[in-house]
């Protein structure tokens, strides 16, 4: 099926470092999701995005949505140990049963 | 309380077993959501329960049952697996209808098909 562009696929960073990370699609959703998934555990919601321009933050995460309804991002910041794991995207269509559309995850690594 | 739980953890079964994985939510959502996650893959759709109806069958093979006995349990029902079906089964659950509602997924089961 469909699955959005998210970048980058991995990201070995060092503990204190900000992080971005991006997704693209080439049609618009209604909704952005960001999960974070660590090894053996299922998707933990993160930040939810309702409208394009909107900014949210959860301590030091940071997420958009895109103005054009096709993008969104996440910063980490001064990220820490415990941030290592997978980080989704997801775009989520209203009419369409709220079905959630995935991006192939972003994969971070952080070096004490 | 955004809890999802699923059992067991972990299940290894041959592929003549029947098993059955099982979730449970009380957040009193209505609709309810297996996926399927491969490794270092995003989760893949397989069924979707709305008001204790499937409304979604993303064309899952028929070893696969799905079952919404009520409005916060979902089993998973498994016959005759193959070992490609080894996979991470995950189940969500959130608000039916059209709207921006978050799906919630639990911790999911770990399958191994020997």
């Known amino acids: 099926g469909q699955q959005l562009n998210q970048s980058p696929q991995s990201m070995f960073i060092q503990e204190g470092e900000d992080v971005s990370m991006n997704c693209t699609s080439s049609s618009i959703f209604n909704t952005w999701l960001w999960y974070k998934q660590e090894p053996g555990e299922g998707p933990v919601l993160l930040i939810a995005?309702?409208?394009?321009?909107e900014l949210t933050s959860n301590g030091r995460l940071t997420a958009q949505f895109g103005i054009t309804r096709k993008d969104s991002f996440l910063n980490i910041s001064a990220s820490i140990p415990s941030d290592v794991g997978i980080y989704f995207c997801a775009g989520q269509l209203w009419n369409a049963g709220n079905m959630l559309t995935f991006g192939g995850g972003t994969r971070l690594m952080v070096k004490p | 309380d955004t809890e999802v739980t699923q059992t067991p953890k972990h299940l290894v079964m041959g592929m003549t077993n029947k098993k059955s994985l099982k979730c449970e939510q009380h957040?009193?959502?209505?609709?309810m959501y297996w996926y399927k996650q491969k490794a270092k893959k995003p989760p893949e759709l397989m069924f979707v329960y709305s008001y204790e109806k499937l409304s979604i069958n993303e064309s899952v093979p028929s070893r696969f049952s799905p079952e919404c006995p009520n409005s916060s349990l979902l089993n998973l029902h498994l016959h005759a697996l193959q070992p490609e079906d080894s996979a991470l089964y995950l189940c969500?659950?959130?608000?039916?209808?059209?709207?921006?509602?978050?799906?919630?997924f639990g911790p999911g089961t770990r399958l191994t098909v020997t």
């Open positions: 969500a659950s959130s608000q039916p209808g059209q709207g921006g509602y978050e799906q919630y």
């Open positions: 957040m009193g959502h209505r609709a």
């Open positions: 995005l309702y409208k394009a321009g």
